[in-house]
């Protein structure tokens, strides 16, 4: 029986590996925009505050799905209905009642977004924020950050390996950087690719002209890389 050669994790003399870090950093334009949208009611007795909510509730739905295929995704949060107590007695006296329900809408036209926000934020106690600025998970600008990471780990590698007057064999091993638990890259300020904006409604302006440039997105990729080269020439 033959016994296998012990493992070389660094190489031999023979067979020399190195070892490089190779990443990508593309700037590309964002694709969908999230706005989140604060629908408020106050009332005097629970029922009066219930349905005034559930009007301009409707009123803002309506409006967002007035936007047919431009509106990707809409979601209702958290609803809520609280009581207000009078501030003098000690009896439990109830002076109003405040409603308030969350609403995300994700769209992907963004010709219409500032036109959409205005009449959003126009509507009567309702409070507008955002845009969120986002690339889909399953955009292309990620494989192709990928891709550009690898040709650079291949390219550092081959300048070792010429700096030796060696050339590359084989690739061993080829691995993200979470694959390692490797502290991830930093994102450069403002890296989140967000910009958040508010607008409240006013009671005798009309909407103010919102005029909404999408900022550009940062996408990140690394890999690390082990490859063979011939023996250098020292």
Known sequence: MTQDAPHQPYGT????????????????????????????????????????????????????????????????GALSITPE????????????YHGRVHITAELSDFTTLGELTTRLADLELTQVDG??????????????????????AVQRAREYAEAL??????????ADL???????????????????????????AGPPPLDLEPQRQTVYAQVNARFTMTPPQL
């Open 13 to 76: 003399p023979d067979v020399p590996r190195v070892a490089v870090h190779g990443e990508a950093r593309l700037e590309v334009d964002p694709e969908i925009a999230r706005i989140g949208i604060t629908v408020n009611a106050r009332g005097t007795d629970r029922r009066t505050a219930l349905e005034d909510l559930t009007r301009r509730n409707n009123t803002v739905l309506d409006l967002l799905k007035s936007h047919g295929d431009t509106l990707e995704q809409l979601e209702t």
């Open 85 to 96: 107590l009078t501030r003098h007695g000690r009896s439990e006296r109830i002076r109003a």
């Open 131 to 152: 845009p969120w600025w986002a690339l889909r998970p399953t955009s292309p600008a990620h494989g192709q950050a990928r891709r550009q990471a690898v040709l650079d």
């Open 165 to 174: 007057g060696a050339r590359l064999t084989a690739l061993t091993e080829l």
């Open 178 to 204: 979470g694959a390692e638990n490797t502290t991830p890259y930093p994102q450069a300020p403002g890296g989140s690719g967000m910009r958040t904006m508010a607008f409240s409604t006013t009671e005798d």
